[in-house]
């Protein structure tokens, strides 16, 4: 039980540093500001405490299949505090900003090709947008897009070496996926696989999809001007974090889906031999 809290705690004081992190770093944020984002900040916080100190489920998915949640928690931190080092350099500059700076201006031109993601992100802009500002856009977005492909790419890298989630421990389905019931619409494996195939689908259109929706729900309205620096490093956050996301969770449950394939395998070959199964 203490453990429990201890590790509730220190997870909802991390959120915490996460949310604070552009707005202690970045330098001329406003009074206001900083009390909407600790008032942000202690939701968020009380609602991770809330979610990881009880043993029934909640709204968090995979809370006791570690080490999903801490990946995607890393690559959401490193998001936000590449984007808000890359932020700060303009104002006040210093070395490691500087270079960090200089780095992301490399990938955005790399990755700004006809039909790619950053150049689609871009597209969010104002008509009238200045080239400091698409370049800042586009060097967020490259950043973003690129953490979350590293991410994403060391998440499959750490299923293979540690066969996650099956590691000695049994995988509770209503504890790691409360939205998802088993015992309802067939068989669970069709289901983990047919819902695995549609986040991996909406995690690939999603950064396509953002900014054409984005373009066409703004007709008649004032385009998304991203001129603020906290509004640009939580737009382009949530642009690049939320289809991979997705993609994790496509990919996790893909493997869930076929963990309960092999026990039932082996449970048919043992039962089939006159064993019980363990």
Same mark, same amino acid.
């Given at each position: 039980?203490?453990?429990?809290l201890i590790g509730a705690a220190l997870r909802a004081f991390f959120v915490v540093v996460l949310i604070a992190t552009p707005s202690v770093?970045? *330098? ?10 600790? %008032? ?6 009380? &609602? ?9 489920? =909640? ?8 080490? @999903?949640?801490?990946?995607? @928690?890393?690559? &959401? ?18 070395? !490691?900003?500087? !270079? ?5 201006? !490399? ?35 490259? #950043?973003?897009? %690129?953490?979350?492909?590293? $991410?994403?790419?060391? @998440?499959?890298?750490? &299923?293979?070496?540690?066969?996650? *989630?099956?590691?000695?421990? =049994? ?6 996926? *409360?939205? @998802?019931? *088993?015992?309802t619409g067939g068989d669970v494996v069709v289901r983990l696989e047919r819902d695995a195939r549609i986040n991996i689908a909406f995690g690939? %259109? !999603? ?20 001129t603020n620096p906290q509004t640009l490093i939580w737009t382009m956050t949530a642009w690049a974090f939320l289809p991979f996301s997705l993609?994790?969770? =496509?990919?996790? #449950? ?16 043992? $039962? ?7």
């Open positions: 039980m203490i453990t429990r770093l970045m *330098p001329g944020t406003g009074a206001d500001e900083k009390q909407m984002v600790a %008032l942000v900040a202690l939701f968020a916080a009380a &609602l991770t405490f809330a979610e990881y100190k009880t043993t029934y489920p =909640g709204l968090v998915e995979f809370r006791d299949a570690p080490p @999903f949640n801490r990946i995607r @928690f890393l690559i &959401l931190f490193f998001t936000v505090f590449i984007l808000t080092v890359i932020q700060k350099s303009m104002v006040e500059p210093s070395t !490691l900003s500087t !270079l960090i700076s200089a780095i992301g201006l !490399l990938i955005g031109e790399a990755m700004d090709f006809p039909y790619s993601p950053v150049r689609l992100a871009t597209l969010m802009m104002t008509e009238g947008a200045s080239d400091l500002q698409v370049i800042s856009v586009r060097t967020a977005a490259a #950043m973003a897009y %690129l953490i979350s492909l590293l $991410g994403l790419a060391f @998440f499959v890298i750490m &299923l293979k070496l540690k066969g996650w *989630p099956d590691r000695g421990n =049994g995988f509770n389905v209503w504890v790691n996926l *409360p939205t @998802f019931d *088993p015992t690939f %259109l !999603l950064p396509f999809l953002i900014p054409a929706v984005v373009r066409i729900g703004s007709a008649g309205f004032e385009p998304l001007t991203l993609f994790m969770r =496509g990919i996790a #449950m893909g493997k869930i889906a076929e963990m309960i394939r092999e026990k039932r395998r082996i449970a048919s070959v043992m $039962g089939a031999e006159g064993y019980m199964p363990a």
